[in-house]
């Protein structure tokens, strides 16, 4: 198995993507070749919340914007956007204040594979830069499964097309110690996405290997804001 990262950049603070108006945090990871800049609006009160979502007792609100690198949005986008949902309403601490909207849109600057796992934990960056409560700091990792069995971290868009699944797993660390034991190798997982078909063994040892991958991660995110924070 490849356990090799592709190196990752990340800032805090970037430009404006624009049409947010006010933005309270942004953020741009990038990984390889793919690049990604995440802005957050809110939280702010909003009176937007339909019958439905009251009915569910949501109290935070979460929507998420797609902009593709070039070219109108696509069904492509408006999944990512769904996985933005529900990675964002995961990680949000219950101290998030009630009855407010959250706002994430994303620009998709370039896409040379791995793009789920750039585009959220951008997402995270920015969330952190806008001093959202998170329950926990998150960390997305991707991988690609080949035919035999190989894992690939980080895979690009070359070595996507060369697999028989590609797969995307969320973790939440709430501390510092991490467990070593193989019954705990999934622990903190909360998201999964996965394309294609692989076998049983392959999933579980890709989020084995993606568990251990977020680690370093959770580190960079870690750094970062300690950096931040000193300047």
């Known amino acids: 198995d490849d356990m090799e990262m592709r190196p990752a950049k990340i800032k805090m603070g970037v430009s404006k993507i624009g049409g947010l108006g006010k933005v309270e945090g942004s953020a741009s990871w990038m990984c390889g070749k793919t690049i990604v800049v995440a802005e957050i609006k809110g939280p702010e009160v909003t009176s937007a919340i339909s019958a439905a979502e009251s009915r569910r007792d949501i109290e935070v609100a979460v929507k998420a914007v797609v902009k ?9 986008e408006h999944e990512i956007e769904e996985k933005i949902v529900r990675y964002v309403q995961g990680i949000l601490d219950f101290s998030c204040p009630p009855r407010t909207a959250i706002t994430t849109i994303v620009q998709i600057v370039s896409d040379d594979g ?5 585009t959220l934990n951008a997402v995270s960056v920015a969330l952190l830069d806008a001093g959202v409560p998170l329950y926990a700091c998150p960390a997305a990792v991707s991988l690609g499964m080949e035919k035999g069995g190989r894992l690939l971290l980080d895979p690009d868009r070359s070595e996507e097309q060369h697999c028989e699944a590609t797969s995307t797993h969320c973790f939440l660390s709430e501390g ?3 467990e070593s034991s193989e019954a705990a190798a999934g622990s903190g997982l909360f998201l999964s996405s996965t394309t294609g078909a692989t076998s049983i063994s392959n999933v579980l040892a890709g989020v084995a290997m993606a568990k251990q991958a977020s680690v370093c991660v959770v580190q960079q995110m870690r750094d970062l804001l300690s950096h931040d924070y000193q300047q």
Not at 68 to 76: A, K, Y
Not at 114 to 118: E, G, K, R
């Open 176 to 178: 510092e110690e991490e």
């Open 114 to 118: 791995s793009l789920l796992a750039t």
């Open 68 to 76: 593709p690198t070039v070219g109108l949005i696509t069904e492509r």
